[in-house]
């Protein structure tokens, strides 16, 4: 019976990390999370211990990513969740002896959640608790190592207050003062503005007629909803100097279907302003999802082709096994993925766009970030419904900008839709499920990338643990030597 009420325990204490993330957002909920966690299973030998963490992972994960269900079904939703929460068990290392050991429990932090942000499949590192952390005191490790290192940060904290618990050394928790202070004093300082010159910038949130799966079974009328938009937010303003479109606005081949590409030129033209529509191409190895770049002439400027394709959303892996799991795998059409960063370019303002899930991939966000001046994201959530994953990506967004320092602008289908400052503020957006536009007017600005390199977290992360290990085996090793020289 003991042991149940811990197991209890360890689901519940996974769940109150689910609320640093949206629509909740309380940064301070996973904090506690990790500190009970590592209370609860001090002094547990290595199965209950690995149980235990597994338990926990289940208790976070499966209502984080309970959105995964809507419309796939609950198998997938819970294969996920198991897969997720077997990363977590790897923290049963940071317990040597059942004792905690802050430097292993941050390094195997570190560890676990890059391993699945990679693994397998590419990866899926969703509810990466470094994005719970803005507007926390921990928010400007952001700035000095991105979401990976802000999350072994978290884990530091919690460990070192657990370890004063734990040891009844209450002097240990004074040293997280310092460990909060050091980022202000390393990070980066922001990115000037480059040059004097203005850009007022339309977004567009068309909606969809029909959320869900279906969505683009009515492609045309979505086409329609966020051309008829355009033509608004341009009747009302003429002074706007590009219009910005979301994923999937046009599932129609605009290069192909000459009703699309013919408005596309009316628009464009009539009104002398460039657009950037995210559209789907079929291309002859497969269909792509591109954001496309049109000249205030209707011409083909520039063309970026998604890199970071979703697993089991725009290609499936192992189809022959998923299918057997979820009927709907036959409807899901292979996409090919890009290989490029390609940018879009007006005058001075330069970009290359995120296109939805790739927000999530630090490296992703870098190699765009790198050719960018201003951060852009397209996306499309109508496939999700009304649940939480559109405010969980949207978070993540704000992270981003506040991460590099960079004003954002996020064009959805169905929300939400805004203009995020370099600090992680929203500055205006249009709500989810309202279609809609709006304009702002931002300047290029200088690029801010944290300093310290995820490589350099890598071997750090790696080698403590390595070290750590080697001599304790060593010291196993000399002390069975010992034994046999007395014996002898």
Known sequence: MKFFLRALASITIGAIALLGFAPFEI???PFFSLLFLTLLISGEGVKKRSLLLFLYGLGFFLPLLHWSSIYVGALPWIILGIGQSIFIVLLTFAFPSGRLNIPLFTSFFFIVEFAR????????????LGFSQLDGPLQDWLRVGGVSLTGAALAFCAGIIGKSI??????????????ILLPILISPS???????????IGIIQGGVSQLGFEFNSTAR???????SESENLLGRNSDIDIILWPENASDLDPLKNTDIKGEILEITRKYQVPMIIGAVLQGERGPENVSIMYSERGRVDSIYRKRDLVPFGEYIPLRNIASRISPLVDSVKDFVPGNEIISHKLNSLVFSPLICYEILDDKTVLDSMKSSNIGVVQTNNA????????????????VRAFE?????????TTGQSAHIDQNGEVVKSIPSFQPGSF???EKPRQLAIPPFHLTLQLILAFAFPLFFYARASRERLNEKGRGRYVTE
């Open 27 to 29: 940064w301070v909920a």
């Open 117 to 128: 942000s990679k693994l397998p499949f590419g990866g899926f590192g969703w509810g990466r």
């Open 166 to 179: 734990l040891d009844r050394r209450k002097y240990l928790s004074f040293t997280l003062v310092p460990f």
């Open 190 to 200: 922001a990115g000037a503005i480059i040059g004097e010159e203005e850009f007022q």
């Open 221 to 227: 009328d979505v086409f329609d909803r966020h051309f």
């Open 383 to 398: 496939t999700f419904g009304r649940s939480w994953q559109s405010a969980q990506q949207f978070q993540m967004t704000r």
């Open 404 to 412: 590099y320092q960079l004003p954002f602008i996020v064009a959805a």
């Open 439 to 441: 304009t702002i007017v």
